[in-house]
């Protein structure tokens, strides 16, 4: 089954998507930008490397354009794939999260709100700060696992990380309304509206 926008393996019946969360196209734009600054360079080598082998010239320049090809459209396909794959729901019921890790495997891993604690958002760069584009981490309440935890940032194997996320902060703020609201207020959870990212005054 693929995931879509209103369907998703594993969802349960009567279950709400209120938010479904995808990387921001940038972050899959400098993805791109990066397959082909290293293929531009490794094309740039090799022809440097047949100007001082005249005698193999034309076959250095035959690898660099044909490595050229290969890295520009395996690695194209590859990072078009991978954020494709990449993908999270938001229900009212749980955080369900679909994290490629090869190119043939895509692990899930869900979080009942129930399990979660705390909520914390930060931009990976001053850039991403500044177009509102971020990261969210939702902390479940199992204990950090001993080699399994990123010290920057306080993540567990246990916790999830949502990558490259528009309007990162609501998002974050959001995920907060709905733990409170599912814990402390569970008969108004069907009252939560679906999260829409655009600035406030706008999103209804």
Known sequence: MQNTESDFYGKQTDENILYVVRPHPLATTFGLIKIYLVAVVIFLILIILGTQIESLYRIFVALAVIMFLLIVLIGTKIVLDWQK????????????????????????????????????????????????IGNVVVHARTPVHPGGQDDSIGLSVDDVELKDVFYYRDLGNYIDKILFTYKQKPAEIDNIKPFVPKPRGERY
């Open 85 to 132: 794959r990449s993908i999270s729901y938001i229900t009212d019921r749980r955080l369900v999260h679909f994290e490629p890790t090869t190119l043939f495997a895509t692990n899930s891993r869900t979080l009942t709100w129930d399990e979660v604690v705390k909520v914390k958002t930060f931009p990976p760069n001053v850039i991403w700060k500044q177009m509102a």
